[in-house]
C-alpha cells in the first residue's frame, strides 16, 4: 500500500496521531514555524503591497532537507497542525518548501483536528481540504502590522529613552490598561460611610441580622459618625415588628465550558497558574500524554478558541455519564447550549475532556501534579456545563421600626437555603472577589412570621471608605483584554509574558504594578501615538483580521488604511518625542558635596538626582519616587517633602537612596567614612498569604512568603515543616525522565535549572533547558542562549556546535 507523509508541530504530537494512523503512514514534527520574518531587517516592502519576505528559521535548513527527502518518498503529504491562523501559516510554509517543480510531485492535504483522538483523526484524514489562504492572509496581516509597529518605533524609544526596548500594537495597549489604572488609583479620594447593622433576637435562634436600609422611605445614605450615631441613638428604644417575610426559589445556572480565556482566568483564580503555565499545560495535555498500556492520549480538545460550542458525540456521552453517576435529576431533558460571542470560530469546539468517561482520578497516575490540576478543573467544568441548575429559596426578611426621632425605619436582611446542589455537586465557578450571592448564602435566618415582634439585641454602625477600583490579576487583565476585543485569547500568555520580561510592569501579590519605566514608555507612546494605541482603534483592527479570516477583506487593504495613519504619527513623533534621555528637570535639592543645585536626570535604571556641578561634582542620589509621581510649578520639581528623612544610626548623617545589583538601598551620605547601609523595608517584610492548598508532607496550608529573592510557597507549619513548593518550568529532566525541572537560585543568587527528584537525580543545567533533541548529534535537549543578537537554542554538548535561533513564539512560552 502507497506511503503517506504526515506533517505535525510537535514531536509529542507526531507520537500520538503516529499511534492512530498505523504503518503506512510516517509522522514527522516541524518543530513550530519553518519560515520568519528575519531578525535583523524589517523585510516588508511597504512599496509593493506590502509583501513580506519570509526566510527559513536558522538552524531549521537540515530539517527542511529530511522533510523534503521523506515526501518525495511519499504519494501524498498531509499537512496537520493546530487549526488556527498560526497552524494555517505553517501549513503553507511547508507547503511552499516540499511542493516539488516536477510532473510526479506527491497530492498535498491540509487536515485539521480538534481533538486527538482515533475517530477525530480517522474523520479528519477522510475529508482533507486545500491550505485556507484566508485563515494564511490573517496571521500574514497580524504578522506585517506587528512587525511595522515594532521596527518603526522600537527605534525612537531607544534614542529617546534606552536601548533595547520594544513597543507592540496589542502589548502596548494592554500596558496603558495598567498604567492607566494606576493613575486611578493614585487620584483616588476616599469617602467616608457607614453600615448599620441591627441584630434582632426572635424566638427561636440564630439572632436575625439587618441592615437599616430606609428612612421615610428614603434610601439611607450615612457620610459621618455623627450621623450614624444619631440613628443608633434614635433606634436605641423603638418597637421592631416583622414587616414581610418573601421566600421565592432562585435558579443559579451551569456555566458555559471553557473557552482560552475563561480558562485562563479561573486557572489564574482557583490554581493560581499563570497564563503562560497554563496554555503550556493545556498543550501538553491536548498533544497527548503516556497512559499506560494505552500509549499516547489526546486528553482535551484543541485549548485555541472562542467558541462553546460541543459535537454531538461529546454531548451524548456527557450525558450519559452524568445519568450514570450522579442520576437523573441532575440531568436536564435536553442537552445545554450556550450562545457564542460573535466574532468566534464556530468551526472549533469549546476546550473539553476527550472523553467525560475519563474521571480525573483515572490517570491521576499518569499526570505530573499542575497536569492533573487543570484536567481534573477542564473534566469538572465541561459535566457541571451540562447538568441542571442548583436551586436555593431565598428568603427576605424586613422589619420596621419608629425611631425616637420620630422617623419610619425599614431594616432588611436577606438568605439563601440551598435546596438542590445541581451543577453544584461537580464544580462553582471563582470569582474575583466576594458578591451579594456569598453574603446571601453565608447569611443564616432565623424562622419569623410576618407581624412577629422581635428584640433588640445590639445595634453596630460600622466605618466604611470607599475603594479604588483593585490593580489587575493576569485573570482581571485577561477579562479586560476581551471585554474590550484587544488581541485574542490565544496572544494572551505572550502579551503578559513580554510586559514583564521588558521590565514595564511588576507583579507584586499577584497584581501588576506599572514601573518606572513603563509609565514614561506609555506616555510618550500615548501622546504621540494616540489613535494607534487606542482601545477601539486596536479593538477594530482585531475584527479586520476577523474579516481577512473570513475572506470579507483584502489584506492588503487593511495595511494600507494603517499605514497611511501611522505614518502621518510616525513623522510627527520622530519630530516632537520628548528626550526623556537627555532631560534635566530643576529640582529644590542642593547638592550635600559642593552646594549646587540638582537636576532630574534618565539613566540605566531610571530616574535620579544629578549635580549641575557634572563632572566636577559626581554626586548623584537615587530618587525614591517615580519621575511620572513628581509634581512642582514653572519648570522646577518640590521633591524635598517626598519623604521623612532617615538619619544613620552610627554617625547621624543623612542617609540616601542608591541603587545597586540587588537593588535600592540605603545609604549614609559619610562614605567612605562611614560605610553604613540598611537594605530599604527590612522592618517591614510582607506578611504570609494563605493559600487554599495543602502541603503533601503534613497537610497543613500551603503560604506565599516573602524572601530574599522574591516570593515562593511554603508551608505555614515551618520550621517544622521546611517543605518548598518548587517552581516547575514545564520540562521533564533529560537525565531521569521521571520529574520536571524547576528554576533555582545558587547562594550567589544566581538562576539554574535541577531535576525536583533532587538528591535522587543531580541532573543541573545553568541554561534553561528546551524539550527537544539536537538534530545533529542525537542529544536529548537544547537551552536557551539569550546573545545581543537575539535568543537562540544551542545543544549543551560541547562538541557539538548545533545552534539555531528561536522563533518569537518560542521566546513566549
Known amino acids: ?396 426578611v424586613e422589619v420596621t421600626a419608629r425611631g425616637g426621632d420620630q422617623a419610619d425605619y425599614l431594616m432588611r436582611a436577606t438568605g439563601s437555603v440551598p435546596k438542590f446542589d445541581g451543577f453544584q455537586a461537580v464544580y462553582k465557578e471563582g470569582k474575583d472577589q466576594k458578591d451579594e450571592e456569598d453574603a446571601e448564602e453565608s447569611n443564616r435566618l432565623p424562622q419569623v412570621s410576618e407581624g412577629e415582634t422581635l428584640k433588640l439585641k445590639s445595634i453596630e454602625p460600622e466605618q466604611h471608605f470607599t475603594e479604588p477600583p483593585p490593580r489587575f490579576t493576569e485573570a482581571t487583565l485577561v477579562k479586560e483584554l476581551e471585554a474590550d476585543g484587544v488581541g485574542r485569547p490565544s496572544t494572551y500568555a505572550s502579551i503578559l509574558s513580554t510586559i514583564q520580561e521588558r521590565e514595564y510592569v511588576k507583579k507584586e501579590g499577584g497584581r501588576f504594578f506599572p514601573t518606572e519605566l513603563g509609565t514614561v514608555v506609555t506616555e510618550l507612546l500615548v501622546e504621540s501615538f494616540a489613535d494607534i494605541f487606542d482601545m477601539t482603534y486596536t479593538a477594530r483592527m482585531e475584527d479586520e483580521l476577523d474579516e481577512i479570516e473570513e475572506g470579507k477583506m483584502d489584506w492588503r487593504t487593511a495595511m494600507s488604511d494603517f499605514y497611511e495613519r501611522f505614518q502621518k504619527d510616525l513623522a510627527e513623533a520622530e519630530r516632537s518625542m520628548r528626550d526623556i534621555k537627555r532631560m534635566e528637570v530643576p529640582t529644590d535639592q542642593v547638592c550635600d558635596k559642593c552646594g549646587k543645585p540638582m537636576v532630574i536626570k534618565w539613566g540605566k535604571h531610571g530616574s535620579f538626582l544629578a549635580c549641575t556641578g557634572y563632572p566636577e561634582c559626581t554626586s548623584t542620589r537615587q530618587l525614591n519616587v517615580g519621575l511620572h509621581e513628581l509634581e512642582g510649578e514653572e519648570g522646577k520639581v518640590e521633591i524635598s517633602e517626598q519623604d521623612a528623612t532617615e538619619y544613620c544610626p552610627n554617625c547621624g548623617r543623612e542617609m540616601v537612596l542608591k541603587k545597586g545589583r540587588f537593588g535600592t538601598f540605603l545609604a549614609c551620605t559619610g562614605y567612605p567614612d562611614c560605610k553604613t547601609t540598611k537594605q530599604l523595608g527590612e522592618a517591614q517584610k510582607a506578611p504570609d498569604r494563605p493559600l487554599e492548598e495543602k502541603c503533601p508532607q503534613c497537610g497543613l496550608h500551603l503560604v506565599v512568603k516573602s524572601g530574599r529573592f522574591g516570593e515562593f510557597t511554603a508551608c505555614s507549619g515551618y520550621p517544622k515543616c521546611k517543605y518548598v513548593k518548587q517552581q516547575t518550568i514545564g520540562v521533564m529532566c533529560p537525565q531521569c525522565g521521571q520529574a520536571e525541572l524547576s528554576a533555582r537560585r545558587s547562594k550567589r543568587g544566581k538562576t539554574f535549572y535541577g531535576c525536583t527528584r533532587y538528591p535522587d537525580c543531580d541532573f543541573v543545567a545553568w541554561a534553561k533547558p528546551i524539550p527537544e533533541k539536537c538534530p545533529e548529534c542525537g542529544g536529548n535537549y537544547l537551552v536557551e542562549k539569550v546573545l545581543k543578537s537575539g535568543h537562540f537554542a544551542a545543544c549543551p554538548n560541547k562538541e557539538c556546535k548545533y545552534k539555531r535561533e528561536m522563533a518569537p513564539a518560542e521566546v513566549a512560552d
Not at 78 to 99: F, K, S, V
Not at 175 to 201: G, P
Open 1 to 396: 500500500m502507497a506511503k503517506s507523509l504526515v506533517i505535525v508541530e510537535s514531536p509529542a504530537k507526531a507520537k500520538t496521531i503516529g499511534k492512530y494512523l498505523g504503518k503506512n503512514f510516517t509522522v514527522k514534527a516541524s518543530l513550530g514555524h519553518i519560515k520568519d520574518l528575519p531578525k535583523n531587517d524589517i523585510a516588508v516592502d511597504v512599496e509593493r503591497d506590502f509583501r513580506p519576505s519570509y526566510v527559513v528559521i536558522e538552524g531549521k535548513k537540515k530539517l527542511i532537507e529530511e522533510l523534503k527527502k521523506a515526501a518525495k518518498e511519499s504519494d501524498a503529504v498531509y499537512l496537520a497542525a493546530d487549526p488556527d491562523r498560526e497552524g494555517e501559516a505553517i501549513c503553507y510554509h511547508l507547503q511552499e518548501e516540499l511542493q516539488p517543480k516536477r510532473a510526479d510531485k506527491p497530492a498535498m492535504y491540509r487536515v485539521t483536528f480538534n481533538e486527538i483522538t482515533a475517530n477525530a483523526v480517522r474523520k479528519a484524514f477522510e475529508s482533507p481540504r486545500p491550505v485556507d489562504t484566508n485563515l494564511v492572509d490573517a496571521q500574514q496581516a497580524r504578522r506585517v502590522l506587528d512587525r511595522l509597529v515594532g521596527y518603526k518605533i522600537s527605534p525612537l524609544l531607544w534614542d529617546k529613552v534606552r536601548r533595547g526596548l520594544s513597543a507592540g500594537r496589542v502589548q502596548t495597549v494592554a500596558l496603558r490598561l495598567i498604567v492607566d489604572r494606576e493613575r486611578v488609583i493614585r487620584a483616588f479620594q476616599r469617602e467616608e460611610y457607614w453600615s448599620i447593622e441591627v441584630h434582632l433576637n426572635a424566638k427561636k435562634a440564630p439572632a436575625l441580622k439587618t441592615s437599616v436600609a430606609k428612612r421615610n422611605g428614603a434610601n439611607l445614605d450615612v457620610a459621618s459618625e455623627e450621623a450614624a450615631a444619631a440613628i443608633v441613638k434614635a433606634l436605641g428604644g423603638a418597637e421592631y415588628v416583622v414587616r414581610s417575610v418573601v421566600t421565592k426559589e432562585k435558579r443559579r445556572h451551569a456555566v458555559p465550558p471553557f473557552i482560552t480565556s475563561t480558562l485562563q482566568q479561573e486557572a489564574a483564580r482557583k490554581l493560581r497558574f499563570s497564563v503562560k503555565r497554563t496554555m503550556m499545560l493545556a498543550q501538553r495535555l491536548y498533544e497527548g500524554v503516556e497512559i499506560g498500556t494505552e500509549g499516547a492520549v489526546g486528553l482535551i480538545t484543541y485549548m485555541r478558541t472562542d467558541s462553546t460550542r460541543v459535537s454531538d458525540d461529546a454531548l451524548t456521552e456527557v450525558r450519559e455519564l452524568i445519568a450514570q453517576r450522579y442520576g437523573a435529576g441532575y440531568l436536564p431533558e435536553s442537552p445545554n447550549y450556550y450562545k457564542t460571542k460573535k466574532a468566534a470560530q464556530d468551526a472549533h469546539e469549546a476546550i473539553r475532556p476527550t472523553s467525560a468517561m475519563r474521571h480525573p482520578d483515572e490517570v491521576a497516575g499518569n499526570l505530573s501534579e499542575d497536569e492533573l490540576k487543570l484536567y481534573r478543573l477542564v473534566w469538572q467544568r465541561f459535566v457541571a456545563s451540562q447538568m441542571t441548575p442548583a436551586v436555593f429559596d431565598q428568603t427576605t
